[in-house]
C-alpha cells in the first residue's frame, strides 16, 4: 500500500452555520502567540483544533467516503484477506525463490540451455527471484513487525518509493519475457518450415535484452507521478506533533492521467490482448493435434475383402505412431499454454482496474485499487512461484534434467579401492 486513505482529511460541522471559534478567546490567543511571540507550539493547535472538534460536533470524514466504489461484503472479504497478506506473501516469497532457483539450476544446464526457449524461461525465472528477494523484508517490515503502522520515517518512504519502482520494471520484465515466449512459440507452430530461420539464438537475445531495457523507459511517467510527501501527526495525548512521510501521486495535471494509460493499457492490457489471441491459437493447434492422434491410433487402411471361393484376405496397415519430435513438441506448448493463462489470470484484473483508476480518477483509486492491492501483489507472486511446479509436471526433460542434477548433487563420492588405500597409507 503506498499511501493511507486518511491522509487528507475534509470537516463538516454540524449544527453550525458560521465557524464557532472565531469568537473563541483561545483560539485567537494561540493565533496572536503563534503570529506575533512564536510561543505556541504546533501541538498545542493541533490539540486545540481537536477539543473544538469535539466540543462543537464538527465530524471528520476521508475524503471519498461519499464514494461507493468497491462497497458492500465483498470489501469486508477482500480486508479480511488484508489482515493475513503479510503471512501469505512471505510463505509465497520464500518458496518462490526457491523454486525459480532451481529453475535457473536446471535450465542453464547443457542439454537445456541450448534451446532460445529454454534461455527465455531462465531469465523469466531470474526475473521472478528478485522481485520476490526484494518482497521479503518489505512484508515483513510493513505486514508482520509493525502492523498498521501509520507515521513512517523518511527513510521508510525512501525504501517504499524504491520498493515499488524496483518491483515495477521487473515485473514489467516478467510480462515482455511472457509476451516473447508466446510469439515464439507461436512462430515455431504456425511457420516450422522457417523456424530455424526465424527462431534464431540471435533475436532470442534481442529478445531478453528489449524486455529488460524497455520496462525503465515505459515506466518513466510513475518516476515523476509518485514522490515522497510530508505531513505532521499528533502523539496520542495530543500534544507532541510528529512528521511523517509517505509516498503518494501528484493528481494535478496530465501526467497523472498518463501514467494510468501507459501502465493500465500498454504494460498490462495490451499483452494481456495479445497472449489471450496466442493462447487460443495455441489451444486450438493442441485440440487439432489431439483430433489427428485418435485419428491415426484407430486407422485401418483396407477393410477385410471375401474372395469368390469364401476365402478372406486382410489387408490390415499398422496405426501410424507420431514421432517422438511431435509428441514433445505438443507437451512443450501444453506447459507454455498453462504458464500463459496462469498469467492473464494474474495481469487481467490489475489492467483492467488501473484502466478504470486513469478514467474514474482519483476516488476509485484509493476506493479499489488500493484495496486489492494486497491480493495482486498475491496473485501474481503465486504466478512467478508456480512455474516450477508446472515445469516438472508437464516436462519430461525438464523432470529428467532435474533428477540426474540431485541425484549428482546427493550421491555419496566413489569410495577409493583396497589398492589405493594401502598406498595412500604406507607412503
Known amino acids: 500500500m503506498l499511501y493511507d486513505d486518511g491522509s487528507r482529511l475534509n470537516y463538516t460541522i454540524s449544527n453550525y452555520t458560521d465557524p464557532p471559534y472565531l469568537d473563541d478567546p483561545r483560539f485567537i490567543s494561540l493565533l496572536k502567540h503563534r503570529g506575533f511571540n512564536h ?159 526465424l527462431c534464431t539464438d540471435r533475436r532470442c537475445s534481442a529478445a531478453i535484452l528489449a524486455s529488460f531495457l524497455l520496462p525503465p523507459i515505459l515506466c518513466i511517467p510513475s518516476y515523476f ?73 484407430g486407422y485401418n487402411a483396407c477393410p477385410t475383402i471375401v474372395n469368390g471361393n469364401g476365402s478372406k484376405n486382410v489387408f490390415t496397415r499398422k496405426s501410424t505412431k507420431r514421432s517422438k519430435a511431435e509428441r514433445r513438441t505438443d507437451r512443450t506448448t501444453k506447459m507454455l499454454v498453462a504458464v500463459l493463462l496462469l498469467f492473464l489470470m494474474t495481469e487481467f484484473p490489475q489492467g483492467i482496474l488501473g484502466l478504470l483508476s486513469g478514467v474514474l480518477g482519483r476516488c476509485f483509486f484509493k476506493r479499489c485499487y488500493d484495496l486489492f492491492g494486497e491480493m495482486m501483489d498475491a496473485l501474481a507472486l503465486l504466478n512467478g512461484a508456480i512455474n516450477f511446479v508446472l515445469y516438472c509436471s508437464m516436462s519430461r526433460q525438464f523432470r529428467t534434467t532435474f533428477g540426474h542434477m540431485i541425484r549428482n548433487r546427493c550421491a555419496p563420492a566413489p569410495r577409493a579401492g583396497s589398492t589405493t588405500e594401502l598406498q595412500t597409507t604406507y607412503v
Not at 486545540?48 to 462543537?56: E, H, I, K, T, V
Not at 516469497?93 to 527465455?120: E, Q
Not at 493528481?251 to 492490457?269: A, C, E, P, R, S
Open 39 to 197: 510561543s505556541a507550539s504546533f501541538g498545542e493547535v493541533l490539540k486545540a483544533l481537536n477539543d473544538w472538534r469535539s466540543r462543537y460536533n464538527i465530524s471528520v470524514y476521508k475524503e471519498c467516503d461519499h464514494f461507493e466504489y468497491c462497497s458492500g461484503d465483498f470489501r469486508e472479504l477482500i480486508l479480511a484477506y488484508n489482515s493475513i497478506h503479510g503471512y501469505v506473501s512471505l510463505l509465497v516469497c520464500l518458496f518462490g525463490s526457491f523454486a525459480n532457483i532451481l529453475n535457473v539450476a536446471v535450465l542453464t544446464r547443457r542439454d537445456l540451455a541450448a534451446v532460445p526457449i529454454n534461455r527465455l524461461l531462465k531469465w523469466l525465472a531470474v526475473a521472478d527471484v528478485f522481485v520476490m528477494m526484494e518482497y521479503v523484508p518489505f512484508a515483513i517490515y510493513r505486514y508482520l513487525l509493525l502492523p498498521g503502522q501509520q507515521d513512517w520515517p523518511y527513510s521508510w518512504a525512501v525504501y517504499m518509493l524504491f520498493h515499488m519502482h524496483f518491483t515495477q520494471i521487473l515485473h514489467t520484465a516478467s510480462i515482455l519475457l511472457t509476451l516473447s515466449l508466446a510469439v515464439w512459440r507461436y512462430l515455431a507452430i504456425k511457420y516450422p518450415s522457417y523456424s530455424a530461420s
Open 225 to 297: 507521478v509518485f514522490t515522497i510527501h510530508k505531513d505532521f501527526t499528533v502523539d496520542k495525548t495530543g500534544t507532541t506533533p510528529t512528521k511523517v512521510y509517505y509516498v503518494d501521486s501528484d493528481y494535478d495535471g496530465t501526467l497523472y492521467q498518463v501514467n494510468f494509460w501507459v501502465h493500465g493499457v500498454l504494460i498490462k492490457l495490451l499483452p494481456c490482448v495479445i497472449l489471450t489471441l496466442i493462447s487460443a491459437w495455441l489451444v486450438r493447434a493442441l485440440y487439432r493435434a489431439n483430433n489427428r492422434k485418435k485419428a491415426l491410433k
